[in-house]
């Protein structure tokens, strides 16, 4: 069984469109969150949750914005997107929300907008 | 705000070699961590270190966290093909966020 499984591992759309991404952890997990990975292979922060609340939201557009239905989903939502939104985008979780907790990764959503 | 700075960005090496990677920084983070992160996956971690001057070893490869929890080393021994990926270390400061350093590329070649 997969632990983190985010969908789609791929998603190719024209600048303007909305888009979102679903991630699902089957760890038990209370923290959540979203990194986007550059070109560069740079690992930055966007969102955490921790049971279903937002404690951590870096400077991101408003154009994203996560969800987290319950604690083992958190899904990413984009709208209008632009051409510097290309990038890997991960999900995460992690038993709590101490950053020396492990985190566990999800294998990745490949952003391409053209 | 807090950065990590990771060196060499590449690294290519033999098999059979040693290396050493290090993550260093101005600030001090409650904990360290080491990630390797293979194509097409996500990162996963090797290794935490909470305590200053604290050394881990796990096989052929030794972390260390400095003194001042400030910068941190990972050294391989006896490098093998399958050692190649991209090796993350990732500070915790204390709000909880993970903090990474730019990455490490390496490359062990037979």
């Known amino acids: 069984d997969t632990a983190v499984s985010q969908t789609p591992k791929y998603l190719v759309t024209q600048m303007g469109n909305d888009k979102s991404i679903k991630c699902e952890q089957n760890?038990?997990?209370?923290?959540m969150y979203w990194y986007k990975q550059d070109s560069k292979k740079f690992l930055k922060i966007m969102f955490s949750?921790?049971?279903?609340?937002?404690?951590i939201n870096e400077t991101v557009p408003n154009r994203f914005s996560p969800k987290s239905p319950d604690k083992a989903h958190l899904n990413l939502h984009i709208n209008s997107l632009e051409l510097g939104d290309s990038a890997v985008y991960f999900c995460?979780?992690?038993?709590?929300?101490?950053?020396?907790?492990?985190?566990?990764f999800g294998q990745g959503t490949r952003l391409t907008v053209v | 705000t807090q950065l990590l700075e990771q060196s060499p960005q590449f690294l290519s090496i033999q098999e059979g070699e040693n290396l050493t990677v290090y993550c260093n920084s101005s600030?001090?983070?409650?904990?360290l961590q080491w990630y390797r992160q293979e194509p097409g996956e996500g990162p996963v971690l090797l290794v935490t270190?909470?305590?200053?001057?604290e050394v881990k070893k796990l096989k052929r490869l030794t972390f260390q966290f400095g003194d001042a929890r400030k910068d941190s080393s990972l050294h391989i021994t006896a490098a093998q093909t399958g050692d190649t990926g991209l090796y993350l270390c990732?500070?915790?400061?204390?709000?909880?966020?993970?903090?990474f350093g730019q990455g490490t590329e390496l490359s062990v070649k037979p």
């Open positions: 995460a979780s992690s038993q709590t929300s101490f950053s020396g907790s492990e985190a566990f």
């Open positions: 600030s001090v983070f409650s904990s």
């Open positions: 990732a500070g915790g400061d204390q709000g909880g966020k993970l903090i």
């Open positions: 270190v909470v305590t200053g001057g």
């Open positions: 760890l038990g997990h209370d923290t």
């Open positions: 949750y921790n049971n279903k609340e937002l404690i």
